[in-house]
């Protein structure tokens, strides 16, 4: 044997290292599927999650949004005082209690209120209550709350053509 032969290698050998050639395209391809079935079930996950809208009418919002800002400024001027005492045992039993006041910190009575519980992140759950007026500017209402969790509470009160709005998140323990 000459010094610039190399050694035969065994047929099995060279066989062996043909058959691994031939799976290199394979694994290539079978890589790409692995990575269009990932990026299917994520963009699935994301259209059957919550949206990021929070209002069914954006556009026409959008608007009226100078009317939004005069009435904030309506209701400053007002200067009413709302306080918004929520307790929730657990989920099936909350209770929503929120005082009035007006200018001077005196009771405000005879107004019609109302509560609107939200669930920030997931559609369907929303629900609305009349507050029943309990005396000294008090207005009281239970409220069965489906899930656990955060929710938006959004109290309305009007009085003699006036209206007051307070938004407040709130938690509901499991």
């Known amino acids: 044997m000459t010094e610039h032969m190399l050694p035969a290698t065994p047929r099995s050998a060279d066989e062996a290292e043909r058959r691994a050639r031939r799976l290199y395209p394979w694994l290539f391809v079978a890589f790409f599927v692995v990575v269009a079935a990932v990026n299917g079930i994520m963009i699935a996950v994301a259209l059957d999650t ?51 006041r007006d200018r001077d910190g005196k009771p405000l009575t005879g107004a019609a209120l109302t509560g609107r519980f939200i669930r920030p992140t997931r559609e369907g759950f929303d629900s609305e209550v009349t507050l029943n007026e309990t005396g000294a500017g008090r207005y009281e209402a239970a409220s069965p709350l489906a899930l656990p969790g955060q929710w938006d509470v959004v109290v309305t009160a009007t009085r003699d053509g006036a209206s007051y709005q307070k938004i407040e998140r709130v938690f509901v323990p499991e």
């Open 50 to 100: 919550f949206t990021g809208v929070t209002t069914a009418h954006p556009y026409e919002e959008g608007v009226a949004y100078n009317q939004t800002i005069a009435a904030a400024r309506a209701q400053e001027k007002l200067g009413w005082q709302v306080a918004i005492d929520f307790a929730a045992a657990d989920r099936g039993s909350a209770r929503l209690a929120v005082t009035v």
